[in-house]
C-alpha cells in the first residue's frame, strides 16, 4: 500500500487486549480506488474474537473495522460509480473479478479475494482506503450510523439465498445475536414460520421486535425437543446455525426433519463432530454461508430501507474511536444488553 505524508487516528489492533489509538499514515489512493472518510463503523463478533484472542483470522499489527460508511473524499483515476461528495456503504469484501468463481457469479468465494480490516487496514480509524467496486450508495434516508447495519445484514441475505426457504418451511434459528437476527430478517417474508433459540432472554426479544414466530430460551428448554412440539413432530425443514459452535451444530442436525437442510454461517470453532450416521440415514444437506455478493449487498440495504426504524434498534451502543477498547470490553462483558456497537470516529 502507498502512503502520503498525512497523518490519521487509528485503533491499532496489537494482539489480546492490546488496541491502541496512534497517529498513523493517511492511506493514498491508487487506479480504481477509493478513500472514505469514515462516518461509522460497527463492531463484529469476528473483530470480538480476535480481541479476545480467540481467533487467528487476523494477524496484528492491524487496523481493524470492516461495517461502515462513510462519505467519499478522494478517487483515484479510472474509479468509477462514486464521485466525491457521495454518502456510501461498503461490502468489505474485495473479489478479484477474473477467476472462474468470480465469473461464476460467486464473487463471495472468490480465490483472490481480499478483506477490508483483515487483508487490508479497515475502518476503526479516520479514513479507509477500498476498491470502487465495493462502495454503495446510500438513500438519504439511511443515517451512517445505520448504515453499518448494511453488512451483517448482507450476510443473512446471502445465507438466506442459500437456505432457500418457501411458504412450505419451518426456519429455525439458532443464535440470536447480529447474524442470527439478519438471517431472521431475510428469511422472515418467505418461511411459514420462524423460530430463533438462544440462551439470552434478552436477545429473544430482539428475534421477536423483528418478527419471529417462536422463540425458545435453549438454557431452559431443549431445543429439538421444543421445535418438535411447536411444528406438531414435523420438526424444521431447515437451520440456520449463527453461533459457531459444536453443540449448536449439533443441535441444528436434530431439529431438522428427514431431507432438512442446515446452513451454518456461525465462525469459532474450527473443529466439530457430528453424528455421520445421523446425517446420512435421514438425508440431511449441511451447506456452509459465507459472505455476499454484491446483489445481496444490494438487497440488504433495501431490507434495512424497508424496516429502518425497526432493525435500527439493533444499535444499542455508540462509543467514539478513543474509547474503542471501552466499546470490545462491552461487547465481550455486556453480552445481555449490548447488541449492535456503532463507533464514531
Known amino acids: 500500500m502507498s502512503w502520503f505524508g498525512g497523518l490519521m487516528r487509528a485503533a491499532v489492533w496489537y494482539g ?189 426479544k430482539f428475534a421477536k421486535m423483528l418478527g419471529a414466530d417462536i422463540t425458545i430460551d435453549a438454557s431452559r428448554t431443549n431445543i429439538a425437543s421444543e421445535v418438535r412440539h411447536v411444528t406438531s413432530g414435523k420438526c424444521a425443514a431447515i437451520a440456520i446455525e449463527a453461533v459457531g459452535l459444536e453443540k449448536t451444530v449439533g443441535q441444528s442436525i436434530a431439529s431438522v426433519g428427514n431431507a432438512g437442510k442446515v446452513v451454518i454461517v456461525g465462525l469459532l470453532d474450527e473443529t466439530a463432530r457430528v453424528n455421520l450416521l445421523d446425517i446420512v440415514l435421514r438425508q440431511i444437506g449441511l451447506k456452509g454461508s459465507y459472505g455476499r455478493t454484491n446483489q445481496e449487498f444490494l438487497r440488504a440495504l433495501e431490507l434495512l430501507r424497508r424496516d429502518l426504524r425497526n432493525i435500527s434498534r439493533l444499535i444499542t451502543h455508540t462509543y467514539s474511536l478513543d474509547q474503542v477498547s471501552e466499546a470490545f470490553e462491552t461487547m465481550s462483558t455486556d453480552k445481555r444488553t449490548a447488541m449492535k456497537i456503532v463507533l464514531t470516529p
Not at 442459500?162 to 442470527?180: N, Q, Y
Open 16 to 204: 489480546k487486549k492490546d488496541i491502541r489509538i496512534e497517529d498513523v499514515s493517511k492511506p493514498t489512493v491508487g487506479p480504481g480506488e477509493v478513500l472514505i472518510k469514515v462516518k461509522a463503523a460497527g463492531l463484529c463478533g469476528t473483530e470480538l474474537h480476535a480481541y479476545e484472542g480467540v481467533s487467528r483470522r487476523r494477524r496484528p499489527p492491524l487496523i481493524m473495522g470492516h461495517e461502515f460508511a462513510g462519505v467519499v473524499e478522494e478517487v483515484g483515476t479510472g474509479a468509477r460509480g462514486v464521485a466525491i461528495g457521495d454518502r456510501v456503504a461498503v461490502n468489505p469484501d474485495a473479489p478479484c473479478g477474473a477467476c472462474d468463481e468470480c465469473q461464476s457469479g460467486r464473487t463471495n468465494t472468490c480465490r483472490a479475494r481480499q478483506h477490508v480490516g483483515i487483508d487490508f487496514p479497515g475502518a476503526f480509524a479516520e479514513y479507509a482506503k477500498v476498491p470502487d467496486r465495493v462502495c454503495f450508495k446510500l438513500l438519504d434516508e439511511i443515517q451512517f450510523k445505520e448504515a453499518t447495519l448494511a453488512e451483517p445484514l448482507s450476510i443473512g441475505t446471502h445465507t438466506a439465498a442459500l437456505a432457500e426457504a418457501t411458504g412450505k418451511d419451518t426456519v429455525l434459528i439458532l443464535g440470536s445475536g447480529p447474524i442470527g437476527l439478519s438471517c431472521l430478517i431475510a428469511v422472515r417474508d418467505t418461511a411459514k414460520m420462524t423460530i430463533v433459540a438462544d440462551t439470552l432472554d434478552s436477545r429473544l
